[in-house]
């Protein structure tokens, strides 16, 4: 399919003729599949229920929107369930069946998402830095300099003239929002625009659930566990929550402990169902996080990200609590170098208060 015609760079994005030809191009190819990254974040899951509804707005075309791993913060459920996003577990697909393949706010090989790398991929869309030149890709849209896939989605669904209902625009504007901290974190002003476009077109009830929603109490234990365990590096401040139920608990304090005065850099680890879950975090807009994360894992797992938020994993790592702990201080030691910092001696977060 994709030697009728040449790949489309992202330089051309994206004026309604360009969006156009894409649409044209899906009709009538078969049934298509829309991959999210592993354990999907709000921008994952938004632009991928956006690109469905282009299709199916464009071209008359259904989709199918997969996951892999596990929605597992109270927000990303509220927002599944509140908004209707019909999504099903990839693990669930019998990847045979479908003729083209789209993936939204991840990359082939990155370790993050469960399409297998084999199978060839027909359409990219991201806002993570390139991994590799995708010019096998039929279409492919990387901006690195957006805060959010979703602002590159509602582009497309705009400059079509396409009508966004209320849940959709809700899911859009909570994606921005949550994924650029309310516009105060790698924002650009694309994602300005779009986040003042689609706030006057979102439901505020659904919104204010979303961000506050009801939790279990294991939610404040796991709380409990990193601020008790968090330790301070000078700069550098690193929390471990061992055995978690839920693998994006690990993201959120690693979000909420950065906000100790004096901290510029969080490196948070949590263990999930065999693999070691890694996030950091920092304040500096220089750092380059998304490199410094794959520098320190190298050789032991993969990585990702951007500037001032990453991840990565480490898959099949042992399930004792000690081993978890001596990973940390290695992981310590080398963020900190790999930062270019002093090493420091830690001191526990608690053993400030009174
Ligand atoms: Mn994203």
């Not at 894992?297 to 790592?317: E, S």
Request: hydrophobic share 40%; charged share 25%.
């Amino acid at each position: 399919m994709a030697e009728e015609q040449d790949p489309i760079i992202p330089q051309k994005c994206c004026g309604s003729t360009v969006v156009q030809g894409l649409l044209d191009w899906v009709r009538g190819k078969g049934r298509i599949l829309i991959v999210t990254h592993d354990n999907p974040d709000p921008d994952s899951l938004a632009a991928a229920v956006a690109l469905r509804h282009l299709f199916l707005m464009g071209s008359g075309e259904e989709a199918v929107v997969a996951f892999g791993g596990v929605i597992g913060r109270s927000e990303n459920r509220l927002l599944v369930d509140a908004l209707d996003l019909n999504l099903v577990p990839i693990c669930d697909l019998d990847f045979d069946r479908f003729a083209l393949f789209c993936m939204v706010d991840t990359q082939p090989g990155t370790g993050n998402n469960s399409f297998p790398a084999e199978r060839p991929l027909h359409l990219l869309i991201d806002h993570h830095p390139p991994r590799r030149d995708y010019s096998d890709i039929y279409w492919v849209d990387v901006r690195e300099n957006y805060g959010a896939s979703a602002t590159i989605l509602f582009e497309y669904l705009r400059t079509m003239g396409f009508y966004l209902g209320t849940r959709l625009a809700t899911c859009l504007f909570y994606a921005i929002k949550s994924e650029t901290q309310d516009l105060g974190r790698e924002w650009s002003k694309a994602d300005r625009e779009a986040y003042l476009h689609l706030l006057p077109l979102s439901n505020n009830q659904i919104l204010y659930q979303l961000t506050h929603p009801q939790v279990e109490g294991d939610y404040f234990c796991a709380f409990h566990r990193a601020i008790d365990n968090a330790r301070v590096f000078g700069r550098v401040l690193v929390f471990n929550l061992y055995q978690v139920d839920n693998p994006d608990l690990v993201a959120e304090l690693a979000d909420f402990l950065l906000r100790k005065n004096g901290v510029d850099y969080v490196l948070g680890l949590g263990w999930y169902r065999g693999d070691e879950v890694l996030s950091v975090r920092t304040t500096d807009r220089q750092a380059r996080l998304g490199a410094v994360i794959h520098d320190i894992l190298d050789g032991m797992g993969t990585a990702g990200g951007h500037g001032m938020m990453a991840g990565g994993q480490i898959r099949n790592f042992s399930e004792s609590k000690s081993a978890q702990q001596e990973l940390e201080h290695l992981l310590v030691q080398r963020y900190i170098d790999r930062l270019g910092l002093q090493t420091e001696p830690g001191v526990p977060l608690l053993d400030r208060c009174d």
